[in-house]
């Protein structure tokens, strides 16, 4: 399935100069259906998710977090809770689920990817002419699910080395700045800086998974705290925009303290022309030692990483 337009010459221009673009209306609603629904079914699953693959590496199945039932025991035992992703002044209600992977297992999910508009966008955006899915996350906020995103940059995360790497963030809810917005720092893409990995449950916090070797990376700015001194931008969305971003780019989101409003979204991984596999030293993927490839290997060679453009 096709955008329904081409992607403007000023929307590539954005993406370069922000490292960001909000491309509005561009992706056919009967799409976006199909993959809310097939979302929804992996949100709905009640299958035992085995836990360990985040911290072993070794998944072939994806992994979940709930991080509202994660916050709730943080503030139980937290030195100081205030430090906590959270929405000031909101306690953490609901779910806020954080499905890594599943277009491994979900049939469904993959199909949409592959047969999606998703990769001539990315192909757009990245003036590539090869485009491959890396991986892909899924994200429920329910009301009152008041955890915060905090600023992170994907590319510690990503086993992969190159430049054309776009992250594709698709809503299937209507989305406002109290129901979880992205935001962005436009123009960190270009700061030559790469960062720890994010603990995702304190503003600055960083990942200590056994194994991981991230003292070689820079520390995490305090965004939050200094908030005037960057270039930040906050996009609202609805079904059929698509965000993307450069995998270089800080980026968050809010939690969402609406009283009665649903905020699912995709963050679909894309990678161009230049984009090989590495075994990153700082990534926690939770597929990370099941994958059979190389350093400097182009992603072809796994069946993980189906072409979705060339």
Same mark, same amino acid.
């Given at each position: 399935?096709t955008p329904? $337009?081409?992607?403007? !010459?000023?929307?590539?221009e954005?993406y &370069?100069r ?8 561009v =992706? ?6 199909? #993959? ?5 079914q992996?949100f709905?699953?009640?299958t ?5 693959? #985040? ?8 992994a979940? @977090?709930d991080?509202v ?6 503030l ?12 000031a002044?909101?306690?953490?209600? /609901?779910?806020s ?8 297992w *979900?049939?469904?999910?993959r199909?949409?990817?592959?047969d999606g ?5 990315a192909?757009a955006?990245?003036?590539?002419? &090869?485009?491959?899915?890396?991986? !892909?996350? =899924? ?8 955890v &915060?995103?905090?600023? *992170?940059?994907?590319?510690?995360y990503?086993? #992969?080395?190159?430049t ?7 809503p299937?809810?209507v ?9 962005y ?6 700061w030559? @800086? @790469?960062?720890?990995p994010s ?25 939050d ?8 931008v ?7 925009? +698509?965000?993307?971003?450069?995998w270089?780019t800080?980026h /968050?989101s809010a939690?969402?303290v609406?009283?009665?409003? =649903? $905020? &699912?979204a995709?963050? +679909? $991984? ?6 090989t596999?590495l075994?990153?030293?700082s990534s926690p993927e939770?597929f990370r030692h099941t994958v059979?490839? $190389?350093?400097?290997d182009?992603l072809?060679r796994?069946?993980r ?6």
């Amino acid at each position: 399935m096709t955008p329904t $337009r081409d992607v403007s !010459d000023d929307e590539i221009e954005t993406y &370069r100069r922000d490292g960001v673009v909000a491309i509005r209306g561009v =992706l056919p609603l009967e799409w976006v259906d199909r #993959l809310r629904t097939a979302m929804q079914q992996v949100f709905d699953r009640t299958t035992d998710v085995d836990r360990t693959a #985040l911290v072993t590496g070794q998944s072939t199945a994806g992994a979940r @977090t709930d991080m509202v039932e994660r916050m709730t025991t943080l503030l139980r035992t937290a030195d100081d809770p205030g430090a906590l992703a959270l929405e000031a002044g909101h306690a953490p209600e /609901g779910r806020s689920i954080v499905e890594t992977d599943p277009g491994s297992w *979900h049939e469904g999910l993959r199909s949409a990817y592959r047969d999606g508009p998703l990769g001539s966008i990315a192909a757009a955006l990245t003036a590539s002419e &090869r485009v491959n899915l890396y991986s !892909d996350q =899924l994200f429920l906020k329910e009301p009152g699910s008041s955890v &915060r995103t905090p600023w *992170h940059q994907d590319k510690p995360y990503f086993l #992969l080395q190159g430049t054309k790497v776009a992250v594709c963030w698709v809503p299937v809810d209507v989305v406002r700045l109290d129901s979880g917005a992205m935001g962005y720092v436009r123009g960190s893409h270009r700061w030559g @800086t @790469t960062y720890k990995p994010s603990d995702f449950v304190t503003s600055t916090g960083t990942m200590s998974f056994p194994g991981l070797a991230i003292d070689d990376l820079a520390d995490l700015p305090p965004i939050d705290a200094n908030a005037d001194d960057y270039d930040i931008v906050r996009f609202e969305a609805e079904p059929g925009d +698509v965000i993307v971003h450069d995998w270089r780019t800080l980026h /968050g989101s809010a939690g969402n303290v609406s009283a009665d409003r =649903l $905020r &699912r979204a995709a963050s +679909v $991984r894309l990678a161009g022309d230049d984009v090989t596999f590495l075994l990153r030293r700082s990534s926690p993927e939770p597929f990370r030692h099941t994958v059979d490839l $190389r350093d400097g290997d182009p992603l072809d060679r796994s069946d993980r990483f189906p072409r979705l453009v060339g």
